[in-house]
């Protein structure tokens, strides 16, 4: 063989290993990474945490914190940023730029939203709700209350916009929804007028009617009526109502990763995850004399509904 083609057949070997090489770098790589971006308002060890469990989850994606003070405007920030709202500081800077780049609001409730929004939508803003559905809260009350029929609910000229869909979940489940508006928290009139009518209260996540400046008069009215409060939130359970759903930091992470996987177009404007847990009060079931919640047993036959069309 010749000098020439000596060479030739070297050069054709080399181009091949590194042909395979590039190949396995490619395979071995991750399609796309992203560029993740999280802000708030406040940047505590809650915050953190998060930040730090997300960039765990998506290693081959750049995910950061930035404090929302450091932030530039929406419009400034890189199209292809995935922006990711922890607050409602957060989602208030958001909203005073009708550009920038797909935003995923966290920690935010219905009311909150309508409060900002009305009813209307933000092209480039998905919302991922904080309250529990009030499907769900229906469907936890039929597990643990089968007998419950009459379902009881405060509101207040905030919240009022929700009825009409509890109304419409409630019909399909055979249940009946009573409504009493509660303007003056210092007067339980009202609360004694709806706990007569109702077999069961179910809490909207209305912070100006489930508050610690209320949570001691509405717990004190329901034992005394030996009526269990559902709701309105995890922690509203362990100041004293009967059980909730909600959904964890893990639930949300998922939610996250799911959504982050796909090409922003396709998010939706407003999401709740499909992961949830139950809490329930013991001490609570045993003063009303109701069987202990099985928070595991009741949130997986409660999941397996959902998944059932």
Request: overall charge neutral; aromatic content about 8%; hydrophobic content about 40%.
């Amino acid at each position: 063989m010749g000098t020439s083609s000596r060479m030739t057949f070297f050069s054709f070997y080399a181009f091949c290993r590194r042909s395979v090489l590039l190949a396995c770098l490619l395979l071995a790589a991750p399609a796309w990474s992203a560029e993740i971006l999280l802000t708030a308002a406040e940047d505590g060890a809650g915050v953190e945490a998060f930040t730090q469990a997300l960039a765990q989850q998506r290693p081959h994606d750049h995910v950061t914190f930035t404090p929302l003070k450091d932030m530039p405007a929406p419009g400034r920030l890189p199209a292809g940023t995935r922006l990711i709202l922890l607050d409602l500081p957060g989602l208030d800077w958001r909203l005073r730029d009708a550009q920038g780049p797909p935003t995923l609001v966290m920690r935010i409730s219905r009311l909150q939203a309508h409060q900002r929004l009305g009813s209307t939508q933000h092209a480039r803003i998905s919302l991922l709700w904080s309250d529990p559905p009030l499907q769900r809260q229906l469907h936890l009350i039929t597990s643990i209350l089968p007998q419950a029929q009459r379902i009881g609910v405060l509101y207040s000229p905030d919240s009022e916009f929700l009825l009409p869909e509890l109304r419409e979940h409630a019909t399909l489940l055979g249940l009946e929804v009573v409504p009493q508006r509660w303007d003056n928290i210092t007067d339980s009139r009202p609360l004694q007028t709806l706990f007569r009518r109702s077999d069961v209260l179910l809490g909207l996540d209305d912070p100006q009617l489930y508050n610690p400046k209320t949570v001691k008069n509405l717990l004190l009215s329901s034992y005394g009526q030996q009526l269990p409060l559902i709701g309105p939130n995890a922690g509203f359970v362990r100041a004293g109502s009967l059980a909730s759903t909600y959904s964890d930091q893990a639930d949300w992470l998922a939610v996250l990763d799911r959504l982050l996987d796909q090409p922003p177009a396709g998010w939706p404007r407003a999401l709740y995850p499909d992961h949830f847990k139950v809490v329930g009060n013991p001490q609570v079931a045993r003063s009303l004399g109701i069987e202990q919640v099985d928070e595991a047993n009741v949130a997986a036959r409660m999941a397996e509904g959902e998944k059932r069309p």
